[in-house]
């Protein structure tokens, strides 16, 4: 079996659009912007063997602001970019009330399946509460990007966090601490 970090995309891998503090995903993939230092926390995390796995709700196709084609090239980029291999996408909106949109775990259980994960030595990053009460739900640990957003914020237990290279940094410094004799 795998370990995974669970990435949500906007926020933690790319930046995502922040408008009256509130984020939105970007509306094409000119709007892709790698965030800082997530490339090196990417190479560090696979390093540790981890997989990494997006997983996102973009309810903007059921809005019909972007197109199926528009998001698959939006995660090319990111793909080639990041070298993050696995993308889970919830396309519905809250109304929808299906059992893949975050703060439901249903990306989180899709991907374990199919990917064959361990989610008890699985981590998920995320920048908003829904990232983090999807881990909640299946008691995976959790780091939140705190943006201060004017939302919601999560519920603990969760380690806050300034970016996904930090995170890396933790988990990198367990590795090492479970090979300390």
């Known amino acids: 079996m795998r370990r995974a970090v669970f990435l949500d995309r906007d926020g933690v891998i790319n930046a995502a659009v922040v408008f009256d503090r509130k984020p939105y995903s970007p509306k094409n993939f000119a709007g892709i912007k790698i965030l800082d230092g997530v490339i090196e926390a990417i190479k560090s995390l696979m390093a540790q ?10 309810p903007d196709i059921t809005r019909k602001i972007i197109t199926e084609n528009d998001l698959i090239s939006m995660h090319k980029i990111i793909s080639k970019e990041t070298q993050i291999k696995h993308f889970y996408i919830c396309p519905h909106d809250e109304k929808d009330l299906c059992e893949c949109r975050k703060p439901k775990p249903g990306l989180i259980t899709q991907a374990a399946k199919e990917l064959q994960i361990d989610l008890n030595s699985s981590f998920l990053v995320g920048d908003r509460w829904r990232d983090i009460a999807a881990a909640q739900a299946l008691n995976i640990e959790s780091f939140f990007i705190d943006y201060s957003y004017a ?3 999560p519920s603990k237990p969760y380690t806050r966090v300034s970016s996904l290279l930090e995170v890396s940094k933790i988990l990198a410094e367990r590795t090492r601490d479970d090979f300390t004799f």
């Open 49 to 58: 063997n981890f997989t990494p796995v997006i997983i996102t709700n973009q």
């Open 151 to 153: 939302e919601k914020q």
